[in-house]
């Protein structure tokens, strides 16, 4: 591809329309007189063929390429090259089909710029993409040597010169390819980098996050449908109950009326009785005052025995108070001992770890000193070394530097010499001495062995007697301890059991008698009154009256095992009054649903408590408290009991803490206390203390079991104890017989020889390692000296190193030193306040110990006192006996009619709880079944699948077999999800399993991406490696053919002379190349040892030999002969003809040697203000006539002016 036309118009100097044609295929020289445009048509070429580095064609911008910057009226500027396209071998891609090819490129004004290809529009980078493809480049111009390129090349340096081979082979573009890779891999590694830290700080977290909703979502899900089954058991639980409820309800209606008429009917019988037995009562007390009244002494004693009844009664009281203070004093006694035995064992484990804290800070401490020692001895050494003088510290007797170091360890190893020769002298003493022992002993064994055997028997038969005593166990301090403790428990007994009876005499409503009705009764059957069995905790006494109204009529029931204890009871048991029996296996109790407790207590916190709650009993009897109690609520108040009775939710009887009673049926009761009220409070009085005494009394027990068990060892112990003692002393006298004979002092004196003896062994090893430690460091100084006295300052800055480090380590020693030595301090106060809290403990518990004494001492003068007023008091009381025995015929009639009376009375008390109590029952039982069917009717509106499954509600083998499931466990469990459900509905995400599928999408795009990434940049790496082979093969060709051409085209510019490219001397190819001259028959060292004209030659040399490796269709040469000399520019010119041939050369000189061997010459004159171009042919081409002008286009209108000069 050549030049075959160049149209110029508004370019630099070409004002008008001009048009160069006629161009040679081979070689074009333009010529012509500074100053007339002959460059500006090599600008006009590059300029067309894509330039943007402007400085190249002498502009700074694209309004210099302008005709005089656009101010003479010329706004645009216009380059177009019309090339022959006729070898296809040699086409651009794309353009084979097209005879030849024009280029054009246009500017304005403004920074405007296009290029049309063929007269259409194209953008730069295809511009580039064509010429490019057939070796023109005009970005990396190797065919353009322009003004300055020889003197450029002649100042290159090996690195530069390196570079144009590679240009020339090719394999610079790869390098700026390779360095676009190279940050392509810099892109993709930071793309790597994004995309971990999106996966590390959005994704995964946000996954991580969204995995937690998916499983708290599916948790969830699974609640809810476990929910929807639990409600519906439970729901149809209640079905059952309250349809089986009102069945049982109008069972116990007419039950309990036909009850309500016999009970009526027997408490008229009971009071007519009881006015009968009074008015006798009365008759026979009259009687018996009469009797009384005729005899005084009979009033003196009664009043003496009142009189010292009440004082026993005050003694007891003040001996039950002083033997609580007692209690609580042996407490706080125990309290304080367990604290002293603490504070003392805090106190030795602190002092065990002081003591571990002071040794550990001593070794620190030790270390810390040695290195301050060491660094001293450094420093003082380098201050000696560079001054000369030792520091003032120093001791008078020694002296600085190596020397005063060298005597000082010169002087340990003579004291180890000496400790070590010292030692070795008293270790052969002591052998000496060691042999005449062991000589001395062994004459003296035989007279002591008859007494060691001796002693070997006797204390085989000592051993054997306290191995006996051992396994008897007995211990004479704890018999006597127990003593005193049955001693003390039987008193305690005494007093709690005369407590229990006056808490009996004074509650007789809650005595229950009988006797049994056949033998072999198991009274362990019949469990007592239920007021008996409740277990009220102290925290819930403020309940009690509300309790108690709960109850009404039921609390005086008694409850059985079965039905069969019941009617034996009933027929057989001799029973004192009417009762009410409660047969365990027989009641049927209700409880109160879960959600109406709910709702209850939601209605006023704190204030609502379900009845059965609030009263404890044991297992065995919990059916009967649930019978009791299980369908009532306890309320604070009027209003919060009127709110909850009557929400349509809860629909409960419920009694307030003072006994009033709102039904929900609209009956209200209460406004003042009931009666006998305080019975729970009385009857848990009386449960804690049977308690007591229960416990009391297994105590004692105990006590006296062991005190049996003692005894019986008592008699054996005390015989071993005097064969004990014997053998003892004899033992005691044979040891103090054999250790005061000579063999065993003889012994003990040897065996303290021998001790010696490895202590001097210990001694003589120690000053051995002393004087070798010291030896090691005398050499170790005649080094450094040495080395000091060769190298002073190198041994200086090493002894400042090791100062310097010296002393960082005791910095750094010192700050972990201070710290340490703060907590020493630290411990060692704690251990101080430890012994001073401890020391308070022993004070208060000496205290205590004596306090208790004194009580116990005022214990026993209460209880000597009351032993006195005791007996004083039987014998009055038995002189007053004696007095009454006259009036016995009146007291037996008297008690039995108070018996009978007593008897009518609780059975009109228990009668008229009872009718109260049925009157209360058939109102519950009424209101129960209203209650039943109103919750019938409301769960079958509320729940309409009820219609469709109730028959399968109970059947055993379906979904509502309810023997299967612990229902109450199923409620608990449908609250305890209804409430997390509520709690969790609003924190559920219900979009999770789409956003989990979106990110989890996006996670793994992101990492199929960083694969592709990581995958692309190997394939890359592993490219450039192997690119990097073909680079240096590639390389290494294209120098040694450069190198051949560039030696044979000096030789042709310079004959009987060569040149070469090599590489620098101690280097390789890749890492530059320089040149070297032959002149004649010597090589020159420097180009500068050559003249200014050799040098240019060389320069051209090179260029020439690079250009013709890889030869591009066409060359532009601007004055590259500026430096030469006529006959050097006729070699050049026939160079271009013979060497170059096939290539389009296109030339500007002004030298006729070289153009003269042009084919066409073009010459450039400046004519009324722009550029006239003349062609001349000097060889026959079939291009143009021998001679044309190239003229503008319009050459014969317009304004003519000077010539824009570039």
């Known amino acids: 591809m050549r030049v075959e036309e160049l149209i110029i118009e508004g370019f630099k100097s070409f004002v008008n329309r001009t048009v160069i044609s006629g161009w040679d295929s081979s070689f074009n020289a333009i010529t012509g007189l500074n100053g007339s445009g002959k460059s500006n048509i090599l600008d006009a070429i590059c300029f067309v063929l894509g330039l943007t580095n402007l400085q190249t064609v002498r502009a700074n911008n694209l309004q210099d390429l302008i005709y005089k910057r656009g101010q003479a009226g010329i706004t645009k500027a216009s380059v177009t ?26 500017i304005a004004m403004g920074g405007i710029s296009k290029y049309l290809i063929n007269g259409h529009k194209s953008h730069l980078n295809s511009v580039h993409s064509l010429f490019q493809s057939v070796q023109l480049n005009i970005n990396n111009p190797n065919f353009v040597i322009m003004q300055g390129k020889i003197t450029k090349v002649l100042n290159m340096k090996p690195e530069e010169i390196l570079s144009m081979v590679e240009e020339a082979a090719g394999t610079r573009m790869y390098e700026d390819r390779k360095e676009k890779a190279y940050k392509t891999m810099e892109k993709k590694q930071r793309k790597v980098a994004e995309i971990e830290s999106q996966l590390r700080e959005e994704i995964i977290p946000r996954l991580d996050k969204l995995r937690s909703e998916k499983s708290a979502y599916l948790s969830f899900q699974k609640a809810s449908a476990e929910l929807e089954r639990l409600d519906r058991l439970v729901v149809a639980h209640d079905w059952c109950y309250h349809q089986k409820s009102v ?46 009244a005729k005899d005084g002494k009979l009033a003196e004693l009664d009043k003496l025995v009142k009189q010292l009844s009440t004082e026993l009664v005050k003694s007891r009281a003040q001996a039950d108070i002083k033997r609580e203070n007692i209690v609580e004093e042996t407490k706080n006694l125990d309290g304080l001992s367990k604290a002293v035995e603490s504070s003392e064992k805090a106190y030795k484990d602190k002092e065990k770890t002081t003591k571990a804290t002071t040794d550990e800070f001593k070794v620190v401490d030790e270390s810390y000193q040695s290195s301050v020692d060491s660094l001293a001895k450094a420093e003082e050494l380098l201050q000696t070394l560079q001054t000369g003088l030792a520091s003032s510290s120093k001791d008078d007797t020694g002296a600085g530097g190596f020397l005063g170091q060298m005597q000082e360890a010169k002087v340990r190893a003579t004291q180890g010499a000496t400790e070590y020769q010292q030692s070795q002298v008293k270790k052969e003493h002591l052998k000496k001495e060691i042999k005449d022992k062991e000589r001395r002993v062994n004459d003296t064994t035989s007279d002591s062995e008859d007494l060691s055997k001796q002693i070997s ?38 007093t709690l059991s005369e407590q229990c009876e006056r808490l009996k005499g004074s509650m007789s409503a809650l005595d229950f008698s009988y006797t049994n009705p056949h033998p072999g009764f198991d009274r362990s059957k019949v469990h007592g009154l239920v007021a008996n069995l409740i277990d009220l905790d102290p925290k819930n006494a403020q309940f009690a009256t509300a309790l108690e109204v709960c109850a009404g009529g039921r609390l005086y029931n008694v409850v059985v095992e079965d039905e069969k204890v019941s009617t034996a009871l009933l027929e057989k048991g001799q029973l004192r009054k009417r009762v009410t029996i409660i047969p365990l296996n027989k009641i049927k109790p209700t409880t109160m649903s879960a959600e109406k407790l709910s709702t209850a207590q939601k209605l006023a916190p704190g204030k609502v408590h379900s009845a059965i709650s609030l009263v404890g009993s044991e297992e065995e009897v919990a059916t009967a408290m649930m019978y009791v109690f299980g369908e009532a609520l306890v309320c604070a108040d009027a209003e919060t009991a009127q709110k909850v009775t009557f929400h349509p939710n809860v629909k409960t009887r419920s009694v307030t803490l003072k006994g009033d ?38 105590v004692l027990k105990g006590i006296r079991d062991e005190i049996s068990k003692l005894s019986n060892d008592q008699t054996r112990y005390s015989k071993l104890k005097r064969e004990h003692d014997l053998k003892k002393h004899e033992l005691e006298l044979l040891e103090e017989q054999l250790n005061g004979s000579s063999s065993t002092r003889l012994q003990n004196e040897l065996q303290e020889l021998k001790k010696s003896l490895e202590e001097a062994d210990v001694t003589a090893k120690k000053a051995k390692e002393k004087e070798a430690q010291a030896k090691k460091d005398c050499s170790r100084l005649e080094k450094e000296m040495e080395e000091f006295k060769n190298d002073r300052g190198g041994k200086l800055e090493e002894l400042k190193a090791d100062v310097a480090k010296r002393r960082k380590e005791v910095q750094k020693q010192s700050a972990s030193i201070k710290g340490q030595q703060k907590e020493v301090q630290t411990v060692q106060l704690e251990l101080e306040q430890l012994g001073v809290d401890r020391d308070n403990c022993v004070a208060e518990h000496q205290e205590a110990v004596e306090g208790l004494a004194s009580a116990e001492a005022e214990l026993k003068e209460f209880e000597s006192d009351i032993d006195k007023k005791q007996k004083q008091h039987d014998q009055t009381e038995a002189k007053l006996n004696k007095e009454k025995n006259q009036l016995d015929t009146y007291k037996d009639e008297l008690n039995a009619l108070e018996v009978s009376l007593s008897t009518m009375k609780s059975n009109i008390q228990s009668g008229t709880h009872s009718l109260k109590s049925v009157d209360k029952d058939n109102a519950n039982a009424k209101e129960a079944a209203k209650k039943h069917a109103a919750s019938l009717k409301a769960l079958e509106k509320s729940y309409e699948w009820i219609s469709d499954e109730q028959d399968e509600f109970g059947r055993e083998g379906s979904v509502y077999d309810f023997h299967k499931i612990d229902i109450h466990q199923a409620s608990k469990q449908r609250n305890e999800l209804t409430e997390s459900q509520k709690s969790q509905k609003n924190k559920i995400n219900g979009k999770v399993m789409t956003m989990i599928d979106t990110v989890e999408k996006r996670e793994q795009a992101l990492k199929t991406m960083m694969d592709t990434i990581l995958g692309d940049k190997e394939k890359i790496e592993d490219t450039i490696h192997e690119l990097d082979h073909y680079k240096k093969e590639a390389l290494q060709s294209t120098w040694e ?78 004055e590259i002969d500026a430096a030469l000399d006529l006959s050097h520019t006729q070699h050049i010119g026939h160079l271009f003809r013979n060497r170059f041939r096939g290539s389009q050369f296109i030339v500007v000189s002004l030298k006729e040697g070289l153009f003269s061997n042009a084919n066409v010459i073009f010459r450039a004159r400046f004519r009324d203000g722009t550029s006239l171009i003349e062609r001349t042919e000097t060889r026959m081409t079939a291009n143009a006539p021998r001679k044309s002008l190239a003229v503008s286009a319009n050459a014969t209108t317009g304004k003519r002016s000077r010539a824009a000069r570039a």
């Open 457 to 494: 028997k006797v204390k085989a038969a000592f051993d054997k007697l306290v191995k006996e005593l051992a396994r008897l166990d007995w211990d004479e301090e704890k018999m006597h301890s127990l003593q005193t403790s049955e001693r003390e428990q039987a008193r305690t007994v005494s």
């Open 247 to 292: 069945t049982n309800a109008d069972a116990d209606v007419k039950r309990i009326k036909e009850s309500n008429e016999q009970l009526k009917r027997d408490i008229e019988k009971w009071k007519r009785d009881k006015v009968v037995y009074e008015d006798k009562i009365k008759d026979i007390r009259e009687a018996q005052q009469k009797e009384l």
């Open 1041 to 1118: 053919i450069v190198n051949k051409d560039f030696g044979e085209i000096f030789g042709e510019l310079l004959p009987g002379n060569f040149a070469k490219l090599q590489p620098p001397e101690g280097k390789e190819l890749t890492q530059g190349l320089e040149v070297k001259v032959r002149l004649g028959q010597i090589w020159k060292q420097s180009l500068t040892e050559l003249s200014g004209g050799q040098r240019s030659l060389i320069a051209l040399s090179l260029i020439m030999s690079l250009l013709q490796f890889r030869p591009a269709p066409m060359y532009i040469l601007d």
């Open 661 to 698: 009673v709102y039904d929900p049926s609209g009956v209200l009761s209460g406004g003042s206390a009931p009666s006998g009220s305080g019975v729970l409070v009385r009857a848990q009085t009386l449960r804690d203390a049977n308690i007591k005494l229960r416990d009391a009394q297994g």
């Open 81 to 106: 090259i019309v090339f022959d396209n006729s070898d296809k071998t040699k086409s651009p891609v794309g353009y084979e089909a097209a005879s030849s090819i024009s280029v054009t490129r246009q």
